[in-house]
């Protein structure tokens, strides 16, 4: 392999003091070391700055930089611009990597000549100690987006690489942006640069570590309304002028369907934000057409949504009425949710997983990672 290849690591930093630690000491431990870290503080007001920096004094590899906050997306996008590597990576900052990460999409990213890696993924929970294989791929070289539907659920950064000469030419010659949508933002980047990209590769290690506990927390309804749902318009003016409708389509079915029931009864006592939904509702679905919803179009490699269906047809009639009924309809109809938080749901699930291998493996990394940063700091 290569080792003049440098990679550029960046990790948005912000309220994330109880892990950063372990986050950073999972990258300084990287079996690949022509690296940088670039940390972007923005505007946390714990101690994850002076924690950054404190790294920063003992590694020459790790930059910092500090900002007023301006949200995931913005802190992602300084890091793409400070960057100096070939490839670069985002990392969240109470997850973690495999101290082969760098080393293997690299490896893979050199041996394909492609501009864009993927790797499989474990989500865990360090409160139940559970674990789940995130949507895992088999190893594959040089694909397409347009002919890999699975990877038409591709939405999140953090398991890929990219080539920074790509990200910063790949948009008909000009840069990818990350956009300022405090929930997905991800999805907005990927659908980009996937369907624009020459080829990618599938690494099949599992690299990089989930953390869920710290990422479920409910948002207001104006960040689920105005960055969650308003995020489904940016992806339409991505996809559809390109071609990808039925990536599209399959974006809408399974995650917008998912995000407006899980709204849905948030919404009963909300007008203000219900008309909101409608707007947005009504901009999204303007100029689909009904047939792109139909089984007979999203045949083979997908299955059509009829609920949806119904939805997107009263959304296209511009029916507000019969909007504001569907939704009301999915807010008598919601399962309450599950209380997760329970001293029984904890239990059982850490005798659940407590031999699980995944579960095994991933505790004793956590507490290596934990080890290290109590000595080093």
Not at 4 to 10: E, H, P, R, T, V
Not at 132 to 143: E, I, K, M, T, V
Request: net charge neutral.
């Amino acid at each position: 392999m290569n080792n003049n290849i440098k990679f550029s690591i960046m990790t948005p930093v912000y309220k994330v003091e109880r892990y950063l630690p372990e986050c950073i000491e999972s990258v300084l431990g990287q079996t690949y070391g022509n690296f940088e870290f670039i940390l972007v503080d923005d505007g946390s007001p714990d101690h994850s700055g002076e924690i950054c920096d404190e790294y920063a004094k003992k590694d020459s590899r790790i930059r910092v930089f500090h900002k007023p906050n301006g949200g995931h997306g913005s802190a992602r996008q300084r890091g793409q611009d400070e960057a100096a590597g070939d490839f670069i990576t985002w990392l969240d900052a109470d997850d973690f990597l495999d101290p082969m990460f760098a080393e293997k999409m690299l490896e893979t990213a050199e041996r394909d000549q492609v501009d864009m890696v993927c790797c499989n993924a474990i989500v865990f929970s360090d409160k139940t100690f559970n674990t789940r294989r995130y949507f895992p791929h088999p190893a594959a070289s040089r694909l397409s987006f347009s002919s890999s539907p699975d990877y038409w659920k591709s939405k999140v950064l953090w398991r890929w690489i990219f080539s920074l000469p790509f990200l910063r030419t790949g948009k008909d010659g000009s840069p990818f942006k990350h956009p300022s949508y405090k929930l997905g933002q991800d999805v907005c980047l990927m659908f980009e640069a996937l369907p624009r990209v020459k080829a990618f590769s599938q690494c099949p290690d599992e690299l990089y570590f989930f953390r869920q506990d710290h990422k479920t927390s409910h948002s207001s309804l104006e960040t689920e309304i105005d960055h969650q749902l308003a995020h489904f318009l940016s992806v339409k003016d991505i996809l559809v002028p390109t071609g990808q409708i039925k990536p599209f389509v399959k974006y809408l079915n399974e995650n917008y369907w998912r995000d407006i029931k899980a709204i849905a009864p948030r919404l009963a006592d909300e007008p203000r934000w219900t008309e909101r939904v409608v707007e947005l509702g009504t901009s999204l679905f303007a100029g689909t057409e009904p047939a792109w919803f139909e089984a007979s179009f999203l045949a083979p490699e997908l299955k059509a949504n009829e609920k949806l269906s119904g939805l997107a047809s009263a959304f296209r009639s511009r029916d507000a009425d019969a909007v504001r009924g569907i939704i009301d309809g999915l807010a008598r109809d919601a399962v309450p949710d599950v209380d997760k938080t329970s001293l029984f749901h904890t239990l059982r699930r850490r005798v659940k997983a407590f031999f699980h291998p995944a579960s095994q493996m991933t505790r004793r990394m956590l507490r290596e990672l934990e080890n290290r940063a109590a000595s080093r700091m």
